[in-house]
């Protein structure tokens, strides 16, 4: 293999391991202050796909209104599963593996809405009908090296989310709240949080998160379907144990390492090729049995 | 709810009741799920057909035909279960479909064992109706669009070593991968395979290793949506040189989400308005624009020749039992159908029909040509 070749793949794998990441993180983040595995999270993903489309082809919005528009739709989309189907457990105090059950239920409901909504057919992300500036679809060439704009655009984009993020959840009113949450549910109660108020913050910002992915990913797979958002949301699962499940940082390495892993399997053994989702299976068993809380995660001691 | 199931329960009492004279044939087609496109299509082209021939003659008496689908979810094993479920509990005297060949491989088996003929629009891997004697189809067959497909990219593309981007987990896609190599080998070509999953949307991984092998063209034996992304990453990684693939590629979204990098993309099909494959091409694509408001496709014409295979070997049979229609369906000779005419050779469910090859242009599909099948 090139020298070129190489770097033509670590920019390939750049691309990719940015967009795990930055779905990674939405996952991440409702783990970190709820303990709840929300595997809806990739289902969010897609309905933030249509949001931004239907916003263009239906209400003609220019695209970037679409985006802002989509944004907000899918927090809502978020607070609104949360206030449905996660708040009315938690106030019957249900066993964990209830929330995690939910959610599953939650996936699959909004699987088969989308498709009795939406159609099972799919749709296109394409600049052709407005979604986007066709400049975004240009490709920069250094050194023989091709590299999507888009890619240079989903990395910023992942360290913006990320600052933003940091910035929200240790410098505002809101952010000191879901950390005390996060750190005891009771406590925080009792010390005047408003939990129901800071876990619906939670799971907006999230969802928000997921959105921003979404519309990226959308803008590079351009093909949106009931069921786009469950492999990457497995994926950016994935990214999330390995990083280190709750930690924010460890999501975004999670990501580009699933990222870089799945393209390097690509490149050096392409007879392996048509298997390489089962590699990111077997990078989160390697991870679980060797650190089981993940690259970046820290051992919490169980609450009693 | 309960109502609602009372009243369900009720209309099936009066449907059973004054309904027997009623005949069912099943669709098991891919409504929702990767390959939906497809699915959608056939089922479009069987609800025509079923609009326009309502009805069969038995001993003088006009029965309905009444078609009932069932959604397989581009799925393997929800295939069989769709089977199982149209000759169970619809009691169904024949099938159409699945559309695509992996579905059909796991129904077919099901269709033989009950004895239920089951006719499939576009499942082309030979294996589907392959030692088989209640399976049918209305399409040619993969080892014929292999060998058209290698004789288009030699002589028409003037290509010497071809790259060629497999899906592993589709029974079609590695047979006609299979098919064309060993054609384009003939004609002392040279290829070589990547390989990637159905769904998967990454493909840069897999172009970059291709492209580093210089390929004069790119071959597609796969479905729409996996390869309009392979042709926007390949341009995108700079691969200028031509496209081509089978009938996977069509489907309206193959444009809509491909746009203009599959622009000049070549493929192989069954059948394409501008083309006259037989006398009921013209009727039925005037009918399919007046129903539909939008052109006919190889997917809902195949189709609707199934329906219109089944409903004349009905009524040749004069009988409602699945195993005389079976054989009348084996009987079929010259049928005008509207992708060309069907005539099943003996012991054999696949009939030889011509191909056409279309080309994407200026985000259309414009015919290209009709290629009668030969020698091969």
Same mark, same amino acid.
């Given at each position: 293999?090139?020298?070129?070749?190489?770097?033509?793949?670590?920019?390939?794998?750049?691309?990719?391991?940015?967009?795990?990441?930055?779905?990674?993180?939405?996952?991440?983040?409702?783990?970190?202050?709820?303990?709840?595995?929300?595997?809806?999270?990739?289902?969010?993903?897609?309905?933030?796909?249509?949001?931004?489309?239907?916003?263009?082809?239906?209400?003609?919005?220019?695209?970037?209104?679409?985006?802002?528009?989509?944004?907000?739709? !899918?927090?809502?989309?978020?607070?609104?599963?949360?206030?449905?189907?996660?708040?009315?457990?938690?106030?019957?105090?249900?066993?964990?593996?209830?929330?995690?059950?939910?959610?599953?239920?939650?996936?699959?409901?909004?699987?088969?809405?989308?498709?009795?909504?939406?159609?099972?057919?799919?749709?296109?992300?394409?600049?052709?009908?407005?979604?986007?500036?066709?400049?975004?679809?240009?490709?920069? !060439?250094?050194?023989?090296?091709?590299?999507?704009?888009?890619?240079?655009?989903?990395?910023?984009?992942?360290?913006?989310?990320?600052?933003?993020?940091?910035?929200?959840?240790?410098?505002?009113?809101?952010?000191?709240?879901?950390?005390?949450?996060?750190?005891?549910?009771?406590?925080?109660?009792?010390?005047?949080?408003?939990?129901?108020?800071?876990?619906?913050?939670?799971?907006?910002?999230?969802?928000?998160?997921?959105?921003?992915?979404?519309?990226?990913?959308?803008?590079?797979?351009?093909?949106?379907?009931?069921?786009?958002?469950?492999?990457?949301?497995?994926?950016?699962?994935?990214?999330?144990?390995?990083?280190?499940?709750?930690?924010?940082?460890?999501?975004?390495?999670?990501?580009?390492?699933?990222?870089?892993?799945?393209?390097?399997?690509?490149?050096?053994?392409?007879?392996?090729?048509?298997?390489?989702?089962?590699?990111?299976?077997?990078?989160?068993?390697?991870?679980?049995?060797?650190?089981?809380?993940?690259?970046?995660?820290?051992?919490?001691?169980?609450?009693? | 709810?309960?109502?609602?199931?009372?009243?369900?329960?009720?209309?099936?009492?009066?449907?059973?009741?004054?309904?027997?004279?009623?005949?069912?044939?099943?669709?098991?087609?891919?409504?929702?799920?990767?390959?939906?496109?497809?699915?959608?299509?056939?089922?479009?082209?069987?609800?025509?057909?079923?609009?326009?021939?309502?009805?069969?003659?038995?001993?003088?008496?006009?029965?309905?035909?009444?078609?009932?689908?069932?959604?397989?979810?581009?799925?393997?094993?929800?295939?069989?279960?769709?089977?199982?479920?149209?000759?169970?509990?619809?009691?169904?005297?024949?099938?159409?479909?699945?559309?695509?060949?992996?579905?059909?491989?796991?129904?077919?088996?099901?269709?033989?064992?009950?004895?239920?003929?089951?006719?499939?629009?576009?499942?082309?891997?030979?294996?589907?109706?392959?030692?088989?004697?209640?399976?049918?189809?209305?399409?040619?067959?993969?080892?014929?669009?292999?060998?058209?497909?290698?004789?288009?990219?030699?002589?028409?593309?003037?290509?010497?070593?071809?790259?060629?981007?497999?899906?592993?987990?589709?029974?079609?896609?590695?047979?006609?991968?299979?098919?064309?190599?060993?054609?384009?080998?003939?004609?002392?070509?040279?290829?070589? /395979?990547?390989?990637?999953?159905?769904?998967?949307?990454?493909?840069?991984?897999?172009?970059?290793?291709?492209?580093?092998?210089?390929?004069?063209?790119?071959?597609?034996?796969?479905?729409?949506?996996?390869?309009?992304?392979?042709?926007?990453?390949?341009?995108?990684?700079?691969?200028?040189?031509?496209?081509?693939?089978?009938?996977?590629?069509?489907?309206?979204?193959?444009?809509?989400?491909?746009?203009?990098?599959?622009?000049?993309?070549?493929?192989?099909?069954?059948?394409?308005?501008?083309? /006259?494959?037989?006398?009921?091409?013209?009727?039925?694509?005037?009918?399919?624009?007046?129903?539909?408001?939008?052109?006919?496709?190889?997917?809902?014409?195949?189709?609707?020749?199934?329906?219109?295979?089944?409903?004349?070997?009905?009524?040749?049979?004069?009988?409602?039992?699945?195993?005389?229609?079976?054989?009348?369906?084996?009987?079929?000779?010259?049928?005008?159908?509207?992708?060309?005419?069907?005539?099943?050779?003996?012991?054999?469910?696949?009939?030889?029909?011509?191909?056409?090859?279309?080309?994407?242009?200026?985000?259309?599909?414009?015919?290209?040509?009709?290629?009668?099948?030969?020698?091969?």
């Amino acid at each position: 293999m090139s020298i070129q070749i190489f770097f033509q793949h670590l920019m390939n794998a750049i691309s990719l391991g940015g967009i795990y990441s930055l779905i990674a993180i939405g996952y991440t983040m409702v783990y970190g202050i709820l303990n709840l595995i929300n595997f809806a999270h990739g289902d969010i993903f897609t309905y933030s796909m249509y949001f931004a489309f239907y916003a263009v082809t239906l209400f003609l919005f220019p695209w970037w209104a679409a985006f802002i528009f989509s944004l907000f739709a !899918t927090a809502m989309l978020g607070a609104l599963i949360e206030r449905v189907a996660y708040r009315p457990l938690r106030k019957a105090n249900a066993p964990k593996i209830s929330g995690l059950i939910t959610a599953i239920g939650i996936s699959f409901f909004l699987q088969n809405f989308a498709i009795v909504v939406f159609g099972g057919r799919a749709k296109s992300f394409n600049p052709q009908i407005g979604v986007y500036p066709k400049q975004f679809a240009q490709v920069i !060439t250094i050194r023989n090296i091709r590299i999507p704009l888009l890619t240079f655009i989903i990395i910023g984009a992942s360290i913006v989310s990320l600052l933003l993020l940091v910035w929200i959840v240790y410098r505002t009113k809101s952010g000191m709240a879901m950390r005390a949450v996060s750190k005891d549910i009771m406590a925080a109660k009792l010390m005047g949080i408003n939990t129901d108020r800071t876990i619906s913050q939670t799971f907006m910002l999230g969802s928000a998160l997921a959105a921003v992915g979404g519309i990226l990913w959308a803008m590079k797979y351009p093909q949106i379907y009931p069921y786009t958002g469950m492999i990457p949301g497995l994926k950016a699962f994935i990214a999330a144990v390995v990083g280190g499940i709750g930690s924010i940082p460890g999501a975004m390495l999670g990501g580009f390492i699933l990222g870089l892993s799945e393209i390097m399997i690509v490149a050096f053994l392409p007879g392996l090729a048509g298997y390489r989702d089962a590699f990111a299976y077997i990078i989160l068993i390697i991870i679980l049995l060797v650190k089981p809380n993940g690259i970046l995660g820290v051992e919490i001691g169980e609450k009693v | 709810m309960k109502r609602l199931y009372l009243i369900l329960l009720l209309l099936g009492l009066v449907v059973s009741i004054f309904g027997q004279e009623v005949i069912k044939i099943g669709m098991n087609f891919e409504l929702t799920g990767a390959v939906s496109g497809y699915g959608q299509m056939s089922r479009d082209g069987v609800l025509l057909a079923n609009k326009l021939k309502p009805t069969v003659n038995i001993g003088g008496k006009e029965i309905k035909v009444e078609v009932v689908a069932v959604d397989n979810k581009s799925d393997k094993s929800e295939a069989a279960n769709a089977i199982r479920r149209l000759i169970d509990r619809e009691k169904v005297v024949a099938v159409i479909g699945p559309a695509t060949s992996s579905a059909a491989l796991s129904a077919a088996p099901i269709a033989e064992e009950r004895k239920i003929p089951m006719v499939v629009n576009t499942a082309t891997n030979p294996l589907v109706a392959q030692n088989r004697t209640y399976v049918f189809r209305t399409c040619f067959e993969d080892t014929l669009q292999g060998a058209l497909l290698a004789t288009f990219a030699w002589e028409d593309l003037g290509v010497k070593n071809v790259a060629i981007m497999v899906d592993v987990a589709q029974d079609y896609v590695v047979g006609l991968s299979n098919y064309f190599k060993r054609s384009f080998a003939m004609y002392g070509g040279t290829f070589f /395979e990547e390989y990637y999953t159905t769904g998967d949307q990454d493909f840069t991984a897999q172009l970059t290793d291709a492209l580093s092998k210089n390929p004069d063209a790119i071959f597609m034996p796969g479905y729409y949506a996996e390869i309009a992304l392979i042709c926007k990453q390949a341009r995108e990684l700079g691969f200028t040189g031509p496209f081509f693939a089978g009938d996977g590629a069509d489907a309206p979204e193959l444009i809509q989400i491909g746009g203009e990098y599959v622009e000049g993309l070549s493929y192989t099909t069954y059948f394409h308005e501008d083309a /006259e494959l037989s006398p009921a091409t013209k009727p039925f694509v005037e009918a399919y624009q007046k129903e539909y408001g939008r052109r006919a496709d190889a997917f809902g014409a195949l189709a609707y020749d199934a329906y219109m295979v089944i409903v004349d070997a009905i009524e040749r049979a004069q009988s409602t039992d699945p195993v005389k229609i079976r054989d009348e369906i084996a009987k079929t000779k010259d049928f005008p159908g509207v992708a060309g005419t069907i005539t099943y050779p003996d012991g054999s469910g696949n009939p030889i029909k011509p191909a056409v090859i279309n080309t994407v242009q200026n985000g259309e599909f414009v015919f290209r040509t009709v290629v009668e099948p030969a020698i091969f």
